[in-house]
């Protein structure tokens, strides 16, 4: 038998977690004052791919591998209870003269956010590659977090 598991689509579920979800942001944005916004830069010789931001062990905002981050792109502003919060950027590389030349950073921080406190992370990422060029050369990937705190008016 089926031992009692449902064959309902697999969709139907993940439209009602999406649906859940909105719900609680929803939720969030009219209970807590206190937010986390999230900026991503880069500047590199190395091709950036698909850049990830998390908060909490949940994944908030994945771009495009073509996106472009060269002017300090706000990626994220999220309602947050006050207290602790992790804020992990995973990013993917490639040399540009060698696609099998490839890096995947992951740096995780971990923040404190006060009540009614907005705390502003930007990623500054950088990623330098030579190896592509030549048999010799390096790879060197860096994440670098800027963060500010201020005081959130927001009635």
Known sequence: ??????????????????????????????????????????????????????????VLYTSSSTASFSDGTEVLKKAVAPGGHAITVESEWTDPNNERVRGVQKSRYLVEVGQDEEFSATFRLTGESSLGKSSEGSFDLRSRLIAERKRNEKK
């Open 1 to 58: 038998g089926d031992a009692g598991f449902s064959n309902a689509p697999t969709d139907v579920t993940l439209s009602e977690i999406a649906l859940l979800r909105a719900r609680v942001a929803k939720l969030s944005e009219g209970v807590f004052k206190s937010r986390i916004v999230v900026s991503v830069r880069a500047d590199s010789s190395a091709r950036l791919g698909k850049v990830s931001v998390s908060v909490d062990d949940n």
